[in-house]
């Protein structure tokens, strides 16, 4: 990401903000809330644009329709949304077939037995608690090939045990030289997982914090990474944030314990 800039009508999130992530590292974004970590993965993704900036991946600049980019990159970070009508065990068989997995079934039933969805596998995503909904997410980005891994809070919503099993499975990805960015509010997933910390901070925020301008970095010999954000402006309420999604929100009760494969 090179000279990258966001804002949202007067309100600069994002400015000259430069970050390299190479194969086999973990870049943890820290830093308060509204400071502008899920802007900078939604940019990073393509789910938003910048003002002004570039983006490439293994030298493709990104574009809503690179699809050699899609391929490689393994996605978590909006709100939790599913097809209401797959169960669990079929996400994770149709994402793996999309990614051309031929025979995903090894693959789908290794993932489900570590995220520990294997008797909830028949169900459908509406009916699942809302950490078994973020262990699916988190599945879901498991099954598939991926060189680089997106992901935003991954920890929300976990158990204790949950966020221990994400910080042994997201060192093994980065061991296995996957490139990892993850915004996080738990320090012992950045402490066990990032190579790299970049603090995102908000200059001359009003309300008494530190004010703290560009990155703190963890990790030897590392480029430095600047952000610059300014939020004194008013508040720009004319885009709205995240819309909440229109289905998978399935009441629960229709839960069925079969698993849909055979
Ligand atoms: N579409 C939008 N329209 C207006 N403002 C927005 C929009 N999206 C984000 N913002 C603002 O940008 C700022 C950064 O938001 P962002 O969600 O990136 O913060 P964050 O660091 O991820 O926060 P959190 O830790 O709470 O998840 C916030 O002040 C937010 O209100």
Redesign the pocket.
């Given at each position: 990401m090179s000279g990258l800039r966001r804002a949202?009508?007067p309100?600069t999130?994002l400015d000259k903000f430069n970050l390299e992530v190479r194969e086999g590292e973990a870049v943890a974004l820290t830093?308060?809330?509204?400071?502008?970590?899920?802007?900078?993965l939604?940019c990073l993704v393509g789910a938003d644009k910048p003002d002004d900036g570039t983006i490439e991946v293994n030298g493709t600049k990104l574009t809503e329709s690179a699809v050699e980019i899609r391929r490689d990159m393994a996605t978590v970070i909006d709100d939790l949304d599913f097809f209401p009508d797959l169960s669990v065990v079929e996400h994770l068989d149709l994402l793996a077939r999309a990614h051309g997995l031929t025979d995903p079934e090894p693959v789908v039933d290794e993932i489900l037995h570590e995220v520990q969805l294997i008797p909830q596998s028949g169900q459908l995503p509406g009916t699942l608690s809302t950490g078994q909904q973020q262990r699916l997410a988190l599945a879901t980005a498991f099954v598939r090939p991926r060189k680089l891994l997106i992901l935003?809070?991954p920890e929300a919503r976990l158990d204790s045990e949950g966020i221990r099993w994400l910080t042994t499975r997201l060192r093994q990805e980065r061991n296995n030289g996957l490139a990892i960015v993850f915004?996080s509010?738990d320090l012992s997933l950045v402490d066990g997982v990032a190579t790299r910390t970049v603090h995102?901070s908000v200059i001359g925020a009003e309300d008494g914090h530190e004010a703290l301008e560009g990155l703190t970095q963890s990790g030897p010999g590392q480029p430095t990474d600047f952000a610059k954000k300014d939020?004194r402006q008013p508040?720009?309420?004319?885009?709205?944030?995240?819309p909440k999604p229109s289905h998978g929100r399935r009441p629960k009760g229709s839960q069925s314990h079969r698993r849909h494969r055979g």
């Open positions: 949202f009508g309100v999130i830093g308060r809330n509204g400071a502008g970590k899920s802007t900078l939604r935003d809070e915004a509010h995102l939020l508040v720009n309420n004319q885009q709205a944030k995240k």
